[in-house]
């Protein structure tokens, strides 16, 4: 399966603190930021035993695209992308919740649905909806950050009263994410794509609102394919989808949704290498770029170099 990034351990010039997330790993650098995309892969908050070929590569690539895109909607974190796998920018301190916005109904709203909610995020529901169907209008349906475990749904009432997030700033990031989503969906549309759902986290510096972390990657974003969208619809078939729900989707087939007492299912080469071929298949796909396989070897002091080039 060839050379994968699993984590990394520097001492970077002028580093004040290092933070490792489910599938990144983050260097401070006072008024900087180091972020790199591992291959590391989580479903269900649960990091999964083996890494993917070419996943940080093509969060990274993706993400950058795509914030370079939305840079006239909203001031972004990014300054710049020394390696295919790393971004630096600005140290934002990030807002403790994440703006998730939904086109249509699927995923985990669509799992709450069917058990009979016709409520989520303190947003209404319409009656008679099935799995995947367009929404009236596209909802925000925030949730908290959570350093550990499982994020939470949660109201837009609630972010206010409990001073997650002032009302005023909080108006700017309902603005900034129905624009953002409005522009990932224009050009998903070009791509041949669906835009289902996504989420954006917002952070500030210098008391400035800036976009932070990735956006419309296959991590934080679910796509359908346009064609043969309606025709499935009315058929009630599953659609032909490139998100990371196909990884969730496999976990369940195999009797695991990260609770309790369940095990981990054995990931083998073909499960891994089928997943390595979805994603670069949606960076193609999104993109209407061919994805170029960075050499895997020495990934490691490849990185590394390069980062300290650009510090």
Request: glycine content about 6%; charged content about 25%.
């Amino acid at each position: 399966m060839g050379n994968t990034l699993t984590e990394t351990r520097f001492e970077l010039p002028g580093q004040t603190g290092f933070y490792r997330g489910k599938v990144r790993d983050v260097y401070f650098l006072d008024r900087r930021i180091v972020l790199i995309a591992t291959d590391r892969i989580s479903a269900f908050d649960v990091i999964l035993p083996r890494a993917i070929p070419y996943k940080g590569q093509v969060l990274s690539q993706i993400a950058f695209e795509f914030l370079n895109a939305t840079a006239d909607i909203v001031p972004n974190w990014v300054t710049n992308m020394p390696d295919p796998n790393v971004m630096l920018g600005f140290n934002c301190k990030p807002y403790p919740v994440e703006m998730v916005i939904r086109g249509y109904l699927a995923g985990h709203a669509w799992r709450e649905y069917r058990e009979g909610k016709r409520t989520l995020c303190g947003v209404s529901l319409p009656e008679g909806l099935k799995e995947n169907d367009p929404l009236p209008q596209p909802i925000i349906t925030p949730a908290t950050k959570a350093q550990e475990g499982h994020d939470e749904d949660i109201s837009r009432d609630e972010i206010i009263a409990r001073g997650l997030v002032p009302e005023e700033q909080y108006k700017l990031l309902e603005e900034y994410t129905y624009r953002l989503f409005e522009r990932g969906t224009s050009i998903a549309r070009s791509r041949g794509l669906i835009l289902v759902d996504t989420k954006y986290e917002f952070g500030t510096f210098e008391d400035s609102i800036h976009l932070i972390d990735e956006i419309h990657t296959p991590d934080s974003s679910r796509y359908f394919y346009a064609e043969g969208f309606e025709e499935r619809q009315q058929k009630g078939e599953a659609q032909k989808q490139l998100s990371k729900e196909f990884v969730r989707q496999w976990l369940i087939s195999q009797g695991f949704q990260g609770l309790e007492g369940q095990t981990m299912p054995e990931m083998t080469d073909e499960v891994v290498y089928n997943i390595s071929e979805r994603y670069i298949e949606l960076y193609e796909q999104l993109t209407a770029k061919s994805f170029v396989r960075d050499n895997p070897d020495n990934i490691i002091d490849r990185i590394h170099q390069n980062i300290i080039n650009a510090l």
